[in-house]
């Protein structure tokens, strides 16, 4: 398993910041980097069960394992989705979490991920250019 991170400062305010990650059209925009067309189903309620899709109905499916809303968001990923259909997989303790630390300025979003080895490199790629859409998204119109 390797774990990753990733870090950005946005000029808002950290409400907005988890608007813009969570909300589904704001969502639909930033994943743009990983997939285009990509989107979800259900809540971000904790112990439920996420799922991400791309525009084809594959994608991923995870279990909210903690939620404070405006400060932090964990997700432990259990499985590939293809044709709609869930096929789980055993990739141990492979999370991905969404941390918002207030600053005087705005927010500091760190992203933690661990992940196997064969998508460290995609997660490297992508990461950055998503976060610069966050950072855009959340800082227009303020």
Known sequence: MQRIFFEIQIDAPNERVWDVLWS????????TAFTEGSFYQGTFEEGSIMKFFDPNNNGMYSRV???????ELKLLHLGEIYDGVEAPQDWGEATEAYILEETETGTILKIEIQTPEEFKSFFEEKFPVALG???NLSEIQL
């Open 24 to 31: 589904d059209i704001t969502y639909r925009q930033w994943t």
């Open 65 to 71: 394992e903690k939620n404070i809303p405006h400060k």
């Open 133 to 135: 859409i966050v950072k």
